[in-house]
């Protein structure tokens, strides 16, 4: 008696991000953090709106 593998028949594709992507949004989610900061600190007084707008 021999058995036979047959080929699975299962998706190979992944179905959440890579790694890669994650550490892009990651340093495009900190860059965002930044200049919300940079502009929060550039609106104070509130008087004085920030040169952004």
Sequence with gaps: MSE???PAD???ET???TA???DAQ???RAHQDE???EWGDE???ASDPP???
């Design 4 to 6: 036979t593998s047959e």
């Design 10 to 12: 299962e998706p190979t």
């Design 15 to 17: 179905t959440g991000p």
């Design 20 to 22: 890669e992507e994650l």
């Design 26 to 28: 990651a340093a495009d």
């Design 35 to 37: 200049l919300v900061e």
């Design 43 to 45: 609106s104070f007084p």
């Design 51 to 53: 040169e952004n707008y």
